[in-house]
T-cell receptor, first 110, second 114 residues
Framework: QKEVEQNSGPLSVPEGAIASLNCTYSDRGSQSFFWYRQYSGKSPELIMSIYSNGDKEDGRFTAQLNKASQYVSLLIRDSQPSDSATYLCAVRSGGFKTIFGAGTRLFVKA | DAGVTQSPTHLIKTRGQQVTLRCSPKSGHDTVSWYQQALGQGPQFIFQYYEEEERQRGNFPDRFSGHQFPNYSSELNVNALLLGDSALYLC?????????????FGEGSWLTVV
């Protein structure tokens, strides 16, 4: 079982729709959760971090965490073509390393 | 405020050669992590340096080694290069405190082994 699992996609949504990206993790002791966006040929950039169960909103982005289900999600409202990228879920447990999923490719159709 | 800087941005090496990649952390950060990202994959943790010591290591062979300098900058060395070492090498920096520390990436170094 992979430590952090994501659907590789591609996930295709029309412009203006809500994109929903999901991630599960295996270590119940995980404490910190992150979403990064990576454009083709570029390095990952941080979108959001979340540490407690529930929702956290930042502009068009909402991160959701359910530790009991070991599940993290990212919602992107009013999706734009510029949101087309790979979204990486990342998790940190008690150690020092941050573990990444393989990423979900999102394509927003104009 | 300077972000994480890496050099070189692109390089081509021949199998069996050695390569050194360099990283300067974001201002105020003292911890440096290195990741390897193959095409279509997520970043894979190589190791992390703090206080000039390797603090944690991922599942990479001893051909991969590193160093951290007193000014917190870091180097990644890869010996006896294999074709499979071709990847984007990412440096990430963070502060030293707590599990909530967020890592920030540099632009990466693209390594091609031929």
């Amino acid at each position: 079982q992979k430590e952090v699992e994501q659907n590789s996609g591609p996930l295709s949504v029309p412009e203006g729709a809500i994109a929903s990206l999901n991630c599960t993790y295996s270590d119940r002791g995980s404490q910190s959760f992150f979403w990064y966006r990576q454009y083709s040929g570029k390095s990952p950039e941080l979108i959001m971090s979340i540490y407690s169960n529930g929702d956290k909103e930042d502009g068009r982005f909402t991160a959701q965490l359910n530790k009991a289900s070991q599940y993290v999600s990212l919602l992107i409202r009013d999706s734009q073509p510029s949101d087309s990228a790979t979204y990486l879920c990342a998790v940190r447990s008690g150690g020092f390393k941050t573990i990444f999923g393989a990423g979900t490719r999102l394509f927003v159709k104009a | 405020d300077a972000g994480v800087t890496q050099s070189p941005t692109h390089l081509i090496k021949t199998r069996g050669q050695q390569v050194t990649l360099r990283c300067s952390p974001k201002s105020g950060h003292d911890t440096v992590s290195w990741y390897q990202q193959a095409l279509g994959q997520g970043p894979q943790f190589i190791f992390q340096y703090y206080e000039e010591e390797e603090r944690q290591r991922g599942n990479f062979p001893d051909r991969f080694s590193g160093h951290q300098f007193p000014n917190y900058s870091s180097e990644l060395n890869v010996n006896a290069l294999l074709l499979g070492d071709s990847a984007l090498y990412l440096c990430a920096s963070s502060g030293s405190g707590g599990v909530r520390n967020t890592i920030y990436f540099g632009e990466g170094s693209w390594l091609t082994v031929v």
